[in-house]
């Protein structure tokens, strides 16, 4: 115990001397350009095996790439592919928020649960939640603890379990969202430094999510029912004040049921209109001229307006139901608010940008990769292995740095050129680094919405501290991490898809005629990668 006290300690101390992710892109821009002096002297340089580009090391304080920076500053920065994706969805997103269509979806679903299956429900709808964005945290971990206590079981137990599939099963979900099109927008670039014509969509971690969903609700309901529980002991209200208020515990009203059963018509009515612009002759969602299997590309790119379509529809109908929406007035005000929220990301976007594109215009990325892979190969470790050294590696930044995109960020542009090589595809990497970044969130006290949960708890035991929570939270971490660990590579191993159209390994295009002498800018051959790229793919950001 004393061991595992000062790891802790430790690993808090680290955590809080780090800066703020803001001010760590900066000192890794200004890291960047002191090793673009260094390559660019020494000459650092490799060849693109997929378009046979000369690839060299770059200055980023070159007159072009100068010019790049301080002039095409607001470029850069719009540019920058979650951005938009991000942007684009909270639009609906804050409207089906704040007209309280996600909170109302999430009580209802848990009021309603039989008491026999009242875990994996709270762990569905916890996984859910995640379209929510922050709502998952403020609406589901606390009501879960509430359902638990109204059904005579104990309410530490329900919020054990509400946590764990919130944050624990950050990965895991029914259907693409906010998560997947800020993680898979930053996948995209970092997979055109190597192929250039490379296209990520919101979707290439469908199959895999709900995977997740799969894997974990199992290991949740029998951790909460057969250990967490019985640890617990026997709850009893000790006094009024204890026990689940009244209002917590009142079904949905009829306003509430009618606005649910409007949105539900809203999402029925946006699901039909995409299937029939899907089916019409010359859909513009159907590429009849593309490679087998990648006819639909048009169609798995189309989700994000989809989604930011369908939440403001949906949200407006419930709105309209239930009272919450009185007139179009109140809709531009939640989406107003809704952005307003984002400022923090936003802010963070600015620096992750460029940190991203001056990776690219350095060239530095492309060369580690190719040479980093040439590595790998003599080593000729098995491909699951590979993957699972991500998991790990994502696993250990996730005990110091919180925000998902941020690590993302700055290890893409690496990792996933690097596996390109290695002949892993940009989505497989990146469902690997979203496992990892997952797992860990409910053993760091450095989450930032631990004190907040640790206040929950408090609620039904006063002297339920940061130790009581850790200890309770450490067995689904450890079972989430061993889970992932083999659902990673069982799913190298068997080949599964992880998305629609999308598979395991990545198989490069014939290699293009390489010219020799790099040009300005640090490539040369007949084609050369963005100065940024654009994606496919609410825009939120976990914890």
Same mark, same amino acid.
């Given at each position: 115990?004393?061991?595992?006290?000062?790891?802790?300690?430790?690993?808090?101390?680290?955590?809080?001397?780090?800066?703020?992710?803001?001010?760590?892109?900066?000192?890794?821009?200004?890291?960047?350009?002191?090793?673009?002096?260094?390559?660019?002297?020494?000459?650092?340089?490799?060849?693109?095996?997929?378009?046979?580009?000369?690839?060299?090391?770059?200055?980023?304080?070159?007159?072009?790439?100068?010019?790049?920076?301080?002039?095409?500053?607001?470029?850069?920065?719009?540019?920058?592919?979650?951005?938009?994706?991000?942007?684009?969805?909270?639009?609906?997103?804050?409207?089906?928020?704040?007209?309280?269509?996600?909170?109302?979806?999430?009580?209802?679903?848990?009021?309603?649960?039989?008491?026999?299956?009242?875990?994996?429900?709270?762990?569905?709808?916890?996984?859910?939640?995640?379209?929510?964005?922050?709502?998952?945290?403020?609406?589901?971990?606390?009501?879960?603890?509430?359902?638990?206590?109204?059904?005579?079981?104990?309410?530490?137990?329900?919020?054990?379990?509400?946590?764990?599939?919130?944050?624990?099963?950050?990965?895991?979900?029914?259907?693409?969202?906010?998560?997947?099109?800020?993680?898979?927008?930053?996948?995209?670039?970092?997979?055109?430094?190597?192929?250039?014509?490379?296209?990520?969509?919101?979707?290439?971690?469908?199959?895999?999510?709900?995977?997740?969903?799969?894997?974990?609700?199992?290991?949740?309901?029998?951790?909460?029912?057969?250990?967490?529980?019985?640890?617990?002991?026997?709850?009893?209200?000790?006094?009024?004040?204890?026990?689940?208020?009244?209002?917590?515990?009142?079904?949905?009203?009829?306003?509430?049921?009618?606005?649910?059963?409007?949105?539900?018509?809203?999402?029925?009515?946006?699901?039909?209109?995409?299937?029939?612009?899907?089916?019409?002759?010359?859909?513009?969602?159907?590429?009849?001229?593309?490679?087998?299997?990648?006819?639909?590309?048009?169609?798995?790119?189309?989700?994000?307006?989809?989604?930011?379509?369908?939440?403001?529809?949906?949200?407006?109908?419930?709105?309209?139901?239930?009272?919450?929406?009185?007139?179009?007035?109140?809709?531009?005000?939640?989406?107003?608010?809704?952005?307003?929220?984002?400022?923090?990301?936003?802010?963070?976007?600015?620096?992750?940008?460029?940190?991203?594109?001056?990776?690219?215009? @350095?060239?530095?990325? #492309?060369?580690?990769?190719?040479?980093?892979? %040439? &590595? /790998?190969?003599? =080593? *000729?470790?098995?491909?699951? $292995?590979?993957?699972?050294?991500?998991?790990?590696?994502?696993?250990?930044?996730?005990?110091?740095?919180?925000?998902?995109?941020?690590?993302?960020?700055?290890?893409?542009?690496?990792?996933?050129?690097?596996?390109?090589?290695?002949?892993?595809?940009?989505?497989?990497?990146?469902?690997?680094?979203?496992?990892?970044?997952?797992?860990?969130?409910?053993?760091?006290?450095?989450?930032?919405?631990?004190?907040?949960?640790?206040?929950?708890?408090?609620?039904?035991?006063?002297?339920?501290?940061?130790?009581?929570?850790? @200890?309770?939270?450490? #067995?689904?971490?450890?079972?989430?991490?061993? %889970? &992932? /660990?083999?659902? =990673? *590579?069982?799913?190298?191993? $068997?080949?599964?898809?992880?998305?629609?159209?999308?598979?395991?390994?990545?198989?490069?295009?014939?290699?293009?005629?390489?010219?020799?002498?790099?040009?300005?800018?640090?490539?040369?051959?007949?084609?050369?990668?963005?100065?940024?790229?654009?994606?496919?793919?609410?825009?939120?950001?976990?914890?």
């Amino acid at each position: 115990m004393a061991i595992g006290a000062r790891v802790l300690n430790t690993v808090e101390r680290i955590g809080n001397r780090l800066p703020d992710p803001v001010f760590l892109f900066l000192w890794l821009i200004l890291g960047l350009v002191v090793l673009s002096l260094v390559g660019s002297g020494l000459g650092w340089s490799a060849v693109n095996p997929v378009t046979g580009d000369t690839l060299a090391a770059q200055s980023l304080l070159s007159a072009e790439n100068l010019e790049r920076l301080i002039i095409g500053m607001p470029k850069t920065l719009a540019e920058f592919p979650p951005l938009g994706i991000v942007i684009t969805i909270i639009y609906g997103a804050s409207v089906a928020e704040r007209s309280g269509l996600f909170a109302t979806a999430i009580r209802g679903a848990l009021l309603n649960a039989p008491k026999a299956i009242l875990t994996p429900v709270v762990v569905i709808v916890g996984m859910m939640s995640h379209h929510a964005s922050d709502a998952s945290y403020v609406v589901v971990i606390p009501l879960a603890a509430v359902i638990f206590a109204a059904a005579g079981r104990h309410p530490l137990a329900g919020l054990a379990a509400g946590f764990a599939a919130v944050s624990g099963g950050y990965a895991g979900n029914l259907f693409p969202g906010a998560s997947d099109a800020l993680i898979l927008g930053i996948t995209e670039p970092a997979a055109r430094l190597i192929d250039p014509s490379y296209s990520v969509n919101i979707a290439g971690n469908w199959f895999f999510i709900v995977g997740v969903v799969v894997v974990f609700t199992p290991i949740v309901w029998f951790l909460t029912d057969r250990i967490i529980e019985p640890r617990l002991g026997q709850w009893t209200p000790t006094s009024a004040k204890d026990a689940p208020a009244a209002d917590e515990k009142t079904p949905l009203t009829a306003p509430e049921k009618r606005g649910l059963a409007w949105a539900g018509l809203a999402v029925l009515g946006m699901i039909a209109l995409w299937t029939a612009i899907t089916l019409l002759p010359g859909s513009p969602f159907v590429d009849l001229e593309a490679e087998a299997g990648q006819e639909y590309n048009p169609l798995y790119r189309s989700l994000v307006a989809f989604f930011a379509i369908t939440f403001f529809v949906a949200g407006g109908a419930f709105g309209a139901g239930a009272g919450s929406v009185k007139s179009h007035r109140d809709m531009v005000r939640m989406m107003v608010e809704g952005l307003s929220q984002l400022a923090p990301y936003i802010v963070l976007a600015f620096f992750a940008a460029h940190f991203v594109a001056m990776f690219n215009w @350095s060239g530095l990325g #492309p060369i580690l990769a190719v040479n980093a892979a %040439a &590595g /790998l190969q003599e =080593v *000729a470790l098995p491909t699951p $292995l590979l993957l699972i050294t991500v998991v790990l590696v994502s696993c250990f930044f996730d005990l110091f740095i919180g925000s998902a995109s941020a690590k993302w960020s700055a290890l893409a542009p690496i990792v996933v050129p690097m596996f390109m090589l290695l002949g892993i595809s940009p989505e497989m990497t990146t469902a690997a680094y979203r496992m990892g970044d997952s797992v860990t969130n409910i053993a760091t006290p450095l989450m930032s919405y631990f004190p907040l949960i640790l206040t929950f708890a408090q609620r039904w035991d006063p002297k339920f501290g940061l130790g009581s929570l850790m @200890s309770t939270m450490l #067995p689904y971490a450890g079972a989430f991490l061993v %889970a &992932g /660990l083999l659902m =990673v *590579a069982a799913w190298v191993a $068997l080949d599964l898809p992880l998305g629609p159209g999308v598979g395991v390994h990545y198989e490069p295009p014939p290699p293009a005629e390489a010219i020799q002498t790099p040009a300005e800018g640090g490539l040369t051959g007949p084609s050369a990668p963005p100065e940024a790229a654009a994606v496919a793919g609410p825009g939120v950001e976990k914890r």
